[in-house]
């Protein structure tokens, strides 16, 4: 691991290509999170180890994750529609995981900065040494994203914004790194209209990681999930609310059965 000084004589981590912008005391319980989550994922066979899988995210057929990457196909689609003939951006991914939405934009020319608290080689930042392109990657404190360099022509909180303690109020935060006329992505908003059987449902599985791996499933405090009164917050902070059309069966089905998640994505331009 790499030790860099700044011009203000702070100093800084640098570890296979990712930039650790952290404070010792955020450093240590961070560190502790992530690489048990690691081993958690490993040992359910969620951690994928084959480094020729990466280039090809999210275009990827059968396994266990199939739907996921379905969703993430319809994120992808929705971004190269919005940042048409725009040209050259500086786009922030926030919560980019291993790197397939940063390598996406990436090739389309874009110049990216890759955020994450997950810093593993496969399941983290770190796996960008897996892709024939590279960006910036960093592993910070998603919560407070104002010592980043804005400002930025393009944000996407990827599909995380369910997982803040207060997702409206810092998606708000987030509006203060966008440059004049820019971009402001909000994808994977899933919001349930009838919330009681979802979180039952995240009640259960944080008990089950309590019980069976002694561990804390959120970093931070969270609900874990959207419902109709975040929907309607966001929309009266700004934000426009648009329905996957790839996924208009889902949606139809969301409204028989109020119970499955209504599949949106967000966008607020400054």
Same mark, same amino acid.
């Given at each position: ?34 690489? *048990?989550?690691? @081993? ?19 275009? /990827? ?19 190269? *529609? $919005?940042?048409?003939?725009?040209? *050259? ?6 919560? @980019? ?16 900065? @890759? ?29 407070? $994203? $104002? ?26 935060? /987030? ?9 402001? /992505? ?6 349930? /209209? ?77």
């Amino acid at each position: 691991m790499d030790r860099l000084t700044c011009a203000h004589g702070h100093t800084f981590q640098h570890e296979d290509g990712v930039l650790i912008l952290l404070s010792q005391e955020m450093y240590t319980p961070l560190r502790a999170f992530t690489e *048990r989550l690691s @081993a958690i994922r490993q040992a359910e066979g969620r951690r994928q180890l084959d480094p020729k899988w990466f280039p090809s995210l999210p275009y /990827v057929e059968g396994g266990r994750d199939q739907h996921e990457w379905r969703l993430r196909r319809a994120d992808l689609a929705v971004l190269v *529609r $919005l940042l048409r003939g725009r040209g *050259r951006l500086r786009v922030l991914d926030v919560g @980019a995981w291993n790197g397939w939405l940063s390598y996406q934009m990436t090739r389309r020319g874009h110049n990216v900065t @890759a955020v994450d608290y997950m810093t593993d080689e496969y399941d983290g930042l770190r796996a960008q040494k897996f892709y024939p392109v590279g960006w910036r990657a960093i592993q910070m404190d998603l919560a407070n $994203l $104002l010592p980043l360099e804005p400002p930025f022509d393009c944000i996407v909180v990827n599909r995380c914004l369910p997982f803040f303690p207060k997702p409206i109020q810092w998606a708000g935060h /987030v509006k203060e790194l966008l440059a004049p006329g820019g971009l402001l /992505v909000l994808t994977g908003l899933q919001f349930f /209209v009838d919330p009681r059987e979802k979180a039952r449902a995240v009640r259960e599985t944080q008990q089950f990681y309590r019980d069976n791996h002694q561990f804390e499933l959120f970093f931070r405090p969270t609900k874990g999930y959207l419902d109709g009164h975040d929907r309607r917050e966001l929309r009266h902070t700004g934000f426009q609310l648009h329905s996957y059309p790839q996924l208009w069966a889902a949606n139809l089905k969301a409204l028989v059965w109020r119970q499955l998640p209504f599949h949106m994505y967000g966008i607020w331009r400054s």
